[in-house]
């Protein structure tokens, strides 16, 4: 099987890393998001380093949870189950703690977790093309792993739109928001984003980690264990509960969950006979 995670670094000190699962979206399960948990951490460490850019290969950047893996976490005993939410919880965690500038380069879809990468990188550059959305509600999970970073990210304000609807938005709109810095065509993305390294790399790199540090450090931004552990715990119990399973499973059977209207409740209400209720199946 591919790597789920490329990692290359050049003469610069630039690593670039790519999610590597394009014929599913680069949408993460266990391997890809211990893969990336690993390449941070290691680059972390790595004497030299000045920048980090994410990318996803192919046409997506990343599509989220893969839903057939969160319909196996989801029949997991307590322990492995929190464990599962706490590899999403750090791998936001270190991305968005990394000790050097981070850039994000957006290409059509960026959801759920996808979109809380992007949350957590220092520098956001989508094409005109990028589609957004903090879907995990719309399968009945919460998206407690991303809660802190889409906060800081784009506000509480829309965090709350966004997240509780679970509604998809385009590029300008996540400019508007302020999830992404810069909207570029397509074809200009990678122009774009070396420009933005060169940027970066004309800076000095000791006063670039102290600023990062100060930052988020002054903002509340640094996850501590009870913070990350509560974030998990908050994950895999919705993820577990009747109504994650429902969703997952609609999901998965191409149909709509129980609790929306035409869900498999208002088809049973219907049948029922209660008034008013046949248009829920159109």
Known sequence: MPDPVLI????????????NRPELGNAYNAALLEALIAGLEGLAKEPGLRALVLRGAG???????????????????PGP????????????????????????????ACFGGGAGLACCADIVLASEAA????????????PTPISPQLAQAIGLRHARRYALTGERFDAAEALRIGLVHEVVPAA???ARAEAMLDEVLAAGPEAQTMTKAS??????????ARQMAMLAHEGWTQR???????GIAAFLGRRRPAWAPGGRAARARSRRGRPGRDSLDD
Not at 59 to 77: C, N, Q
Not at 240 to 246: H, Q
């Open 240 to 246: 577990a509960s009747a109504e994650g399973r429902e």
């Open 188 to 190: 200009a993305l990678e």
């Open 215 to 224: 930052l988020l450090g002054a903002n509340g931004a640094l996850l501590d």
């Open 131 to 142: 589609v957004f959305g903090i879907t995990e509600v719309r399968v009945g999970v919460a």
């Open 59 to 77: 046409r997506h950047f990343a599509a989220g949870a893969d839903i057939s893996w969160l319909a196996e976490v989801a029949e997991y005993p």
């Open 81 to 108: 189950a929190f464990e599962a939410s706490l590899a999403t919880t750090r791998a936001m965690q270190l991305l968005n703690e990394f000790p050097h500038p981070t850039l994000a380069l957006v290409q059509g």
């Open 8 to 19: 290359a670094r050049d003469q610069r000190g630039v690593a670039n890393v790519t999610l």
